[in-house]
Nanobody, 122 residues
Framework: VQLVESGGGLVQAGGSLRLSCAAS????????FSWFRQAPGKEREFVAA????????HYADSAKDRFTISRDNAKSSVYLQMNNLKPEDTAVYYC????????????????WGQGTQVTVSS
């Protein structure tokens, strides 16, 4: 499975961005997908995850009520809608795939994208 993120950019605080993750390879619907982020000098942290069928979701506390993860199995794509962005959301955002269960920890994911930069100005 190859993952390619897009949709990052520079936005003012309070603004919105929608990240996309396009997957290629087989058995897209067999994987749960997650978004992680990594700010300079910090460890990679979990943001949100969605189950193979899109019904189950899980969010980090920092993402609840502001971010929404979704997936479209017909398009082999995963999305992260981010609203009310804050400067502390600035990071490189990564898409990750885990075979089976939600991968809320880094080592639970089997595949990673190259990341997309999100910068939120104050």
């Amino acid at each position: 499975v190859q993952l390619v993120e897009s949709g990052g950019g520079l936005v003012q605080a309070g603004g919105s961005l929608r990240l996309s993750c396009a997957a290629s390879g087989r058995s897209f619907s067999s994987y749960a997908f997650s978004w992680f982020r990594q700010a300079p000098g910090k460890e990679r942290e979990f943001v949100a995850a969605v189950s193979w069928n899109g019904i189950g979701t899980h969010y980090a506390d920092s993402a609840k009520d502001r971010f929404t993860i979704s997936r479209d199995n017909a398009k082999s794509s995963v999305y992260l809608q981010m609203n009310n962005l804050k400067p502390e959301d600035t990071a490189v955002y990564y898409c990750a795939a885990a075979l089976g269960n939600l991968g809320t920890r880094v080592n639970e994911n089997d595949y990673w994208g190259q990341g997309t930069q999100v910068t939120v100005s104050s």
